[in-house]
T-cell receptor
Framework: NAGVTQTPKFQVLKTGQSMTLQCAQD?????MSWYRQDPGMGLRLIHY???????DQGEVPNGYNVSRSTTEDFPLRLLSAAPSQTSVYFC?????????????FGPGTRLTVL | TQLLEQSPQFLSIQEGENLTVYCNSS?????LQWYRQEPGEGPVLLVT?????EVKKLKRLTFQFGDARKDSSLHITAAQPGDTGLYLC????????????FGKGTLLTVNP
């Protein structure tokens, strides 16, 4: 199993550009989520999904969109990139809901917005 | 909003020393997880504690969940350079609340 994969690994954007960060998992997990990690801020939840066709907002959803058309894929879209969105983005999946379940994280996408 | 505060923020020690890092909150959590993150990688789960007062051991790592389920600690005995990394605690609410709250982490460096 590849686990959780993310592409690209690195990306540089100009302010106002849009892009999609890809995330896929091959563990048949129902739950998937996107986090951003900034220095001194820890991991903050952007959006999450409890199954195909179901998404909800996390702590910092503004400027991001998500969709979940399949169990495997959970892309994150930046509509109009801003320098404040410079961060490392992690996708995670888990077998079930609730805080007892292990989150499996991808390797991250390092995004710089100029 | 549930907040988790981790201390210390940075810790640099010599190989063979013992250390303890803390994760504290004013909120009650139904469970608490500890993750370790190495540079350039995503976090990896070390342990989940769910019962107040619970102690779990993972080789040289000892995890404790406070009796009131508001705090946790991670103790490492005889630290090794391979223990270097960012240690994150994450707490979950009750029921089927999926959202995890992460602390800001403790960056541990173990020097040979």
């Amino acid at each position: 199993n590849a686990g959780v994969t993310q592409t690209p690994k690195f990306q540089v954007l100009k302010t106002g550009q849009s892009m999609t960060l890809q995330c896929a998992q091959d563990m048949n997990h129902e739950y998937m989520s996107w986090y951003r990690q900034d220095p001194g801020m820890g991991l903050r939840l952007i959006h999450y999904s409890v199954g195909a066709g179901i998404t909800d907002q996390g702590e910092v959803p503004n400027g991001y969109n998500v969709s979940r058309s399949t169990t495997e894929d959970f892309p994150l879209r930046l509509l109009s990139a801003a320098p404040s969105q410079t961060s490392v983005y992690f996708c995670a999946s888990s077998r079930g809901g609730g805080p007892h379940n292990e989150q499996f994280f991808g390797p991250g996408t390092r995004l710089t917005v100029l | 909003t549930q907040l988790l505060e981790q201390s210390p923020q940075f810790l640099s020690i010599q190989e063979g020393e013992n250390l303890t890092v803390y994760c504290n909150s004013s909120s009650v959590f139904s469970s608490l997880q500890w993750y370790r993150q190495e540079p350039g990688e995503g976090p990896v789960l070390l342990v989940t504690v769910v019962t107040g007062g619970e102690v779990k051991k993972l080789k040289r790592l000892t995890f404790q969940f406070g009796d009131a389920r508001k705090d946790s600690s991670l103790h490492i005995t005889a630290a090794q350079p391979g223990d270097t990394g960012l240690y994150l605690c994450a707490g979950g609410g009750g029921g089927s609340n999926y959202k995890l709250t992460f602390g800001k982490g403790t960056l541990l460096t173990v020097n040979p």
